[in-house]
């Protein structure tokens, strides 16, 4: 019913920056919350970001003051600037949004990861 879809990951030296894109698309009435999560190998998934419906935001304390988190709501798209990139920032990034599907349900929805390597 609802497809997430990521883009603009890749590799990066580290101080570089990246920016991620996350387009939702579906049978959507609103979107909710839309989150960054990221996995690094041997590691479990954790919160990146997140961004309410009206525009509050919060960080793992990891990357505060090095991302930044928005979204696009005629878009339905989510991005995550990525700036002062450092190696342990390596891991697969995952776009999550809570999404109100047209019919009454409301579901938390998964994209399908995007690498982002930081290396020299």
């Known amino acids: 019913q609802v497809q997430l879809v990521e883009s603009g990951g890749g590799l990066v030296q580290p101080g570089g920056s990246l920016r991620l894109s996350c387009a939702a698309s579906g049978r959507i009435f609103t979107i909710n919350d839309m989150d960054w999560y990221r996995q690094a190998p041997g590691k479990q998934r954790e919160l990146v970001a997140a961004i309410t419906s009206g525009g509050h935001t919060n960080y793992a304390d990891s990357v505060k003051g090095r991302f930044t988190i928005s979204r696009d709501d005629a878009k339905k798209t989510v991005y995550l600037q990525m700036n002062s990139l450092k190696p342990e920032d390596t891991a697969v990034y995952y776009c999550?949004?809570?999404?109100?599907?047209?019919?009454?349900?409301?579901?938390?929805?998964w994209g399908q990861g995007t690498q982002v390597t930081v290396s020299s």
């Open positions: 999550n949004a809570v999404v109100w599907v047209v019919g009454g349900s409301i579901d938390d929805y």
